[in-house]
Structures are given as C-alpha cells and as structure tokens.
C-alpha cells in the first residue's frame, strides 16, 4: 500500500532499521497472533484507531480494510460501535475521518 502520510515516509528513511523491526513486529502479530481472518482484523484496527482518536492511524486502516474487502457498510458500523463505548463525540471525529477519506 502506498504511503498515505508524507511524515510516514520521511520517517522510514530517516530511521530504516526501526522501520523494518516495526514492520515486522506488525507482520508477526499480523500472521501468528490467532485466528482472525484479514478482514476481521482491519475492521478491528479500524475501530481501535477511532477509539484512540488517532485520525491519520484511522484513515491508513480505513484503506487498508478497503483494500481486503471490508464494505463501507461494515465500515461504518465498526464506527457506530464506538457510541456506546466511548460515545458519540468520539464516534464524530472518527466518523469524520471516515467521510473525508470517502
């Protein structure tokens, strides 16, 4: 997937080993950390990173879990999940960021 975020980019030229480790690390809980399936666990990084309030985390997992099939429906609701949790302000701003990466 291409880099969303210029600052990511920057990032991993500037420090390429901690890149690579990080990556891995990812790679690895990604692959061997259970049973999940791709999808399963987009939508999962998708609501974690709207929970978070992390907006440029949201929007690369918002593409990536477009990119393994996750329809703008399941998108949504992984959104709406959000309310009752950790309510509705925080569902706005991540339900913004949903919209503005359309």
Same mark, same amino acid.
């Given at each position: 997937?291409?880099?969303?975020?210029?600052?990511?980019?920057?990032?991993?030229?500037?420090?390429?080993?901690?890149?690579?480790?990080?990556?891995?690390?990812?790679?690895?809980?990604?692959?061997?950390?259970?049973?999940?399936?791709?999808?399963?666990?987009?939508?999962?990084?998708?609501?974690?990173?709207?929970?978070?309030?992390?907006?440029?985390?949201?929007?690369?997992?918002?593409?990536?879990?477009?990119?393994?099939?996750?329809?703008?429906?399941?998108?949504?609701?992984?959104?709406?999940?959000?309310?009752?949790?950790?309510?509705?302000?925080?569902?706005?701003?991540? /339900?913004?960021? /949903?919209?503005?990466?359309?």
């Amino acid at each position: 997937m291409k880099d969303l975020h210029a600052i990511f980019t920057e990032f991993k030229a500037e420090f390429p080993g901690i890149h690579e480790k990080e990556a891995a690390l990812g790679r690895e809980v990604h692959l061997a950390g259970g049973p999940l399936d791709e999808r399963t666990r987009a939508l999962i990084k998708v609501a974690v990173a709207g929970a978070s309030r992390h907006d440029r985390a949201l929007e690369t997992h918002l593409a990536k879990a477009r990119e393994v099939g996750a329809s703008d429906e399941e998108l949504r609701h992984a959104l709406l999940l959000l309310i009752p949790t950790c309510g509705f302000p925080t569902f706005m701003e991540a /339900y913004q960021v /949903y919209k503005r990466a359309g």
